[in-house]
Nanobody
Framework: QVTLVESGGGLVQAGGSLRLSCAAS????????MGWFRQAPGKEREFVAR????????YYANSVKGRFTISRDNAKNTVYLQMNSLKFEDTAVYYC????????????WGQGTQVTVSS
């Protein structure tokens, strides 16, 4: 069991940057591959990025590749999503997820954090 709490969302102009954080409870954080997903109004939740348990391997959706970077600090039980060159279409609620594989979500979700990009 793991509890996830996201932070770092907000309002930013197109071309700007934000860094999201996801703090996990429990002593088993390093046993989970972690991911970020997002859901825009009227759309289904979609995969954004994945990082392996050790942090040595990452995987991105084509729409964010080259602009977003996922990382983790297992000593701090935290996963991050650095978002650069933000676009209007990146506007969504961003969710942290634990336990998934590839673009498939695992069982554990955070409550989400809103990212709004103004054009």
């Amino acid at each position: 069991q793991v509890t996830l709490v996201e932070s770092g969302g907000g309002l930013v102009q197109a071309g700007g940057s934000l860094r999201l954080s996801c703090a996990a409870s429990g002593r088993t954080f390093s046993s989970y591959a972690m991911g970020w997903f997002r859901q825009a109004p009227g759309k289904e939740r979609e995969f954004v990025a994945r990082i392996s348990r050790s942090g040595s391997s990452t995987y991105y959706a084509n729409s964010v590749k080259g602009r977003f970077t996922i990382s983790r600090d297992n000593a701090k039980n935290t996963v991050y999503l650095q978002m650069n060159s933000l676009k209007f279409e990146d506007t969504a609620v961003y969710y942290c997820n634990a336990g998934g594989v590839g673009a498939v979500a695992g069982d554990y979700w955070g409550q989400g954090t809103q990212v709004t990009v103004s054009s």
